[in-house]
């Protein structure tokens, strides 16, 4: 008996108001889409996921890739019918489908699992989740008979006014037996104010057949919250944001002003590590013992060693190693890869290049397209001039080498261990192992140059 995972990312999401498909939109960065997915995996309950996708179904089927199989809803009539059309794979007709919705991106792992063995264990035919919240307008809501079990469930803009007082609502997440799904899917109708096929009504129609509903009331309402336009999009990440804080918090990562600190749900952060206000850590991102972060940081799919500090700077898809400083006001991307005791200070880029240990670029400096070894200095101003316009180019720089301020490295070059560069100078030539080289007009002062301009009062005075 299979247990089928069934979610439904084939709306628009009109309330959105842009032309994204709703369950792509991220939080924190990430899909919402690809949560309710990886969520799904994490409660290893689930044998096999579907995902409905219609509108521009290109942009969720990139997101989430061959993980899971997809149904195709070319015109999206409703619920019920986003369901109707996965039909054919859902083929394993004693196995039980567990349908969420596609905008709901905080439901938890936990909460899959719960509800589905619930579900089993009570022998459902039907298990409805609902939760009850402040502000229930917008949501389908519960009617409950008198002796406390599932009637039916009224959309809200069908609801009568003593309707909508109800404060429990349908989460919109369902496990039902394949059997009965379908056959009651067959019987729904669209007549209804918004002429959609609500996968709601299946509620009365078993009902009617006497299978047995039964409900699982959620206790933390938020994770049912559906998203629905960009305000409650706001909202859910709030949310996140603060579960994935909190979580760090307790492991031992110390945050200043947690609620300016954005985490992504992958990130890795050992203990003792500090994190300062208005950072951004995302993506597949590691950050390790004792390092420092931030403030007005962003760091993205990037590694960072043990006792590294980073200020005020961006690290995107790079690695730095341990003891190393980056920033104030560095920018590492492209897969820069900083060795360990560096310092990359103020103004300084570092794009596809590698570093060894011990290397230094303390202000304003371009390192590009370069393999630069340990014990290095690039003085203030230094640029490994790789782009002619059309192509890149590549630099070496071997170990114990002094570039001087202003330099111009042009690319490609070759710059052999223990040499020196003499500031301002524009090399174009390889430098061999153990030179000096200079590159720059020789200084001429011209003697009274000024008195013979200006005649001699002037420069007197
Ligand atoms: C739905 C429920 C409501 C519940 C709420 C919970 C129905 C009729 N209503 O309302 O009772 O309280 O969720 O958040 O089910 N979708 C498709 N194809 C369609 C229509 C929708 O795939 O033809 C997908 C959407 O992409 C979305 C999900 O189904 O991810 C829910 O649709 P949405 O329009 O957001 O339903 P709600 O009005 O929120
Ligand atoms: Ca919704």
């Known amino acids: 008996m299979k247990k089928y995972a069934l979610v439904l990312a084939a709306g628009k999401g009109t309330r959105m108001k842009t032309e994204m498909p709703k369950c792509a939109y991220p939080l924190i960065r990430k899909p919402m889409i690809a949560y309710i997915v990886e969520n799904i995996r994490n409660s290893h309950i689930i044998d096999e996921t579907v995902v409905v996708v219609g509108h521009k179904r290109e942009i969720i089927q990139e997101i989430l890739g061959d993980t899971v199989k997809y149904a195709v809803q070319t015109e999206q009539l409703g619920t019920g019918h986003a369901v109707m059309v996965a039909e054919e794979l859902i083929s394993d007709l004693d196995g039980d489908t567990m349908i969420l919705p596609g905008d709901m991106p905080l439901v938890d792992d936990i909460v899959i699992e719960k509800v589905f063995r619930e579900h089993i264990d009570r022998r459902h035919d039907m298990t409805v989740m609902t939760t009850k919240i402040d502000d229930p307008s917008g949501y389908g809501r519960i009617i409950r008979n008198d002796s406390g079990y599932l009637d039916s469930i009224i959309e809200h803009h ?176 492209d897969g820069a890869n900083i060795g360990a005791h560096n310092r990359i200070g103020n103004f300084v880029e570092v794009k596809k290049s590698s570093t060894g240990d011990n290397t230094k670029a303390s202000h304003l400096a371009y390192i590009g397209d370069t393999t630069c070894g340990s014990h290095v200095n690039f003085g203030c101003g230094a640029v490994t001039v790789n782009y002619d316009g059309k192509q890149k180019y590549q630099t070496f720089i071997g170990d114990d080498v002094f570039i001087g301020c202003n330099v111009n490295l042009i690319a490609p070059i070759r710059i052999e261990d223990n040499s020196f560069i003499a500031a301002g100078s524009t090399l174009t030539q390889n430098v061999p192992k153990g030179s000096l080289a200079i590159a720059r007009a020789y200084q001429v002062n011209k003697a009274d140059y000024m008195m013979d301009r200006n005649g001699k009062d002037k420069v007197e005075k």
């Not at 069908?158 to 007082?165: D, F, I, P, V, Y």
């Not at 579960?243 to 003792?272: C, D, F, L, S, Y």
């Not at 898809?317 to 590492?332: K, M, R, Y």
């Open 158 to 333: 069908e609801a009568t006014s003593g309707q909508r007082m109800i404060d429990e609502i349908n989460t919109g997440m369902y496990v039902v037996k394949n059997r009965i799904l379908f056959s009651a899917l067959k019987r729904i109708t669209n007549n209804n104010l918004k002429h959609e096929y609500y996968l709601t009504d299946i509620v009365n129609i078993l009902k009617q057949d006497g299978y047995v509903i039964g409900t699982y009331a959620l206790k933390e309402s938020y994770k049912a919250m559906g998203v629905n336009d960009l305000y409650s999009l706001s909202i859910a990440e709030a949310k996140l944001r603060l579960k994935i804080n909190k979580q760090h918090m307790i492991n031992g990562v110390a945050m200043i002003n947690p609620e300016t600190i954005t985490i992504g749900h992958n990130v890795i952060i050992e203990e003792n590590v500090v994190i300062h206000p208005n950072t951004y850590i995302t993506g597949n991102s590691v950050i390790k013992k004792g390092a420092q972060i931030g403030p007005n940081t962003e760091i993205h799919e990037s590694s960072i060693g043990e006792r590294v500090i980073c200020r005020h700077s961006l690290v995107y898809n790079s690695i730095v190693h341990e003891d190393t400083t980056v920033g104030p006001f560095a920018h590492l991307r």
